[in-house]
């Protein structure tokens, strides 16, 4: 729970720093950046301050390498008194400066951060030195200086304002994130080469009417829709209506699809499921994005009862799609059931599989290679089904276990080898292939740097 701050602490706080800044400077005789967040009231930190500080802690890093500028030395303190970094660099302080006053000059987030630079002899650098104006109140847009020694606004004004503008910021900056990080599984998807029966770098494996770059284009077509999936999870009350309110932009976005590949269905189930995934993330703390078993457990609660209820009163006679006979005729739910169960053979099968090709040595290429058989050897895949029939997908299940108890991480020839074989039978995984996305997506969620 947050905690209160008196002043005391605050003066304490603030001599220190200074103190801090004095050594820091004798020292290392570098330019430095001293990071500190701009909040009104007693309380200066908690969960969502900690994420704002990190947020600006991340674009300051990125504009610093963008600029070719390295950081010599840093170090930060997390106290309830507020959230500081201290940077030092090889740079000239009005290079350093430029830089930082336009991430503070950005609209909104960047009023709450305050980037003080200090020259090596410890003169700080004042923005007027770059012929700019003092910096703008957070609520009026008028000088902040003035409104400050005015008491032009209270302090619950400022706390709301600070919280809208975190949570507007924080809530952007996620789905960006989480979009980016969807498209990418896509692309690395279909990147994986060979993959049996399925369109990769090579060729179009058991596919006439695709190819790599329909794939690409589709992948990009996404983009805005994973974002939006996340924006929904944020919103939603609770975790079921997370998923109704997702049906909808699902198939506008399945249109966008077959605008972007002129009427080719690319990425119908993945479109399904990493929209799910994407909802689930909306609805998790970030810090919770790193862990594969909490994501996919909020897609178990969010689709939970999803195959009795659009199951329901399904006979042979209203049964009209591949999947609705398969359910009848043998009890397959299919992506659905995968959903409902948070999807078991990504968690408990092709994420291992990856995580442990990549821990011996092999490419993320090789690794998804290896996932994407192991979870068509666990599972039933319902397009391998359309395609052959139930025996011989039965079948080459078997075969592809015996297969990868002999050579868990197959070869390319064992793989090209299996490509010839399910193009001759006219096979194709479309189902797993939309797992390994999700494989990829989880793994990426896992490394990416969360500061």
């Known amino acids: 729970m947050p905690m209160e701050v008196s002043l005391q602490e605050m003066l304490v706080t603030r001599e220190r720093r200074a103190i801090r800044q004095k050594v820091l400077l004798s020292t290392y005789g570098k330019t430095m950046i001293c990071f500190t967040m701009n909040i009104a009231g007693p309380v200066k930190n908690s969960s969502l301050i900690r994420r704002g500080y990190a947020l600006g802690k991340r674009l300051l890093r990125q504009q610093l390498e963008v600029a070719g500028i390295p950081i010599a030395y840093s170090e930060e ?4 008194t507020g959230n500081e970094a201290i940077f030092l660099l090889d740079a000239d302080p009005l290079a350093v400066k430029a830089i930082t006053v336009e991430i503070e000059d950005q609209p909104a987030v960047g009023r709450l951060f305050d980037m003080d630079v200090l020259c090596p002899n410890g003169r700080k650098v004042d923005r007027q030195e770059l012929g700019l104006s003092g910096r703008k109140c957070l609520i009026c847009g008028g000088m902040a200086q003035a409104c400050a020694r005015s008491r032009a606004h209270t302090v619950s004004e400022l706390q709301e304002k600070t919280q809208e503008i975190l949570c507007e910021a924080l809530d952007t900056a996620d789905s960006a994130d989480a979009a980016r990080l969807a498209t990418q599984a896509l692309l690395y998807e279909v990147a994986t080469t060979p993959k049996p029966g399925l369109v990769d770098r090579e060729n179009s494996g058991s596919h006439r009417d695709m190819d790599f770059f329909t794939f690409q284009a589709s992948a990009a077509a996404l983009h805005p829709y994973f974002a939006q999936c996340v924006k929904i999870g944020r919103e939603a009350v609770d975790a079921q209506e997370t998923f109704r309110r997702l049906r909808l932009p699902g198939k506008l976005a399945e249109g966008e699809m077959l605008r972007a590949t002129a009427g080719v269905n690319t990425h119908k189930g993945a479109i399904f499921s990493m929209g799910i995934l994407c909802g689930a993330l909306g609805r998790l703390e970030r810090e919770q994005w790193c862990s594969p078993g909490a994501v996919l457990a909020e897609c178990a609660a969010m689709t939970k009862g999803l195959v009795s209820q659009d199951y329901v009163n399904l006979s042979s006679e209203t049964a009209k799609t591949a999947g609705q006979k398969l359910y009848l005729q043998y009890g397959i739910t299919g992506v659905r059931g995968q959903a409902e169960a948070g ?4 968690l408990s099968v092709g994420l291992p599989k990856l995580e442990a090709a990549l821990a011996v040595g092999k490419s993320i290429n090789e690794a998804g290679c290896a996932a994407l058989l192991a979870m068509l050897a666990d599972t039933v895949d319902t397009n391998m089904i359309h395609r052959g029939g139930y025996e011989l997908a039965k079948e080459t299940a078997e075969k592809l276990r015996m297969l990868l108890a002999k ?15 399910f193009v001759q039978k006219n096979l194709s995984p479309g189902g797993t292939a939309d797992l390994l996305a999700l494989v990829y997506m989880l793994h990426f969620l896992k490394e990416e740097p969360h500061e």
């Open 77 to 80: 303190i997390q106290e309830k």
């Open 343 to 346: 999807f078991p053979a990504v």
């Open 407 to 421: 050579e868990p991480f197959p070869s390319k020839a064992t793989l090209e080898a299996l490509n010839e074989e």
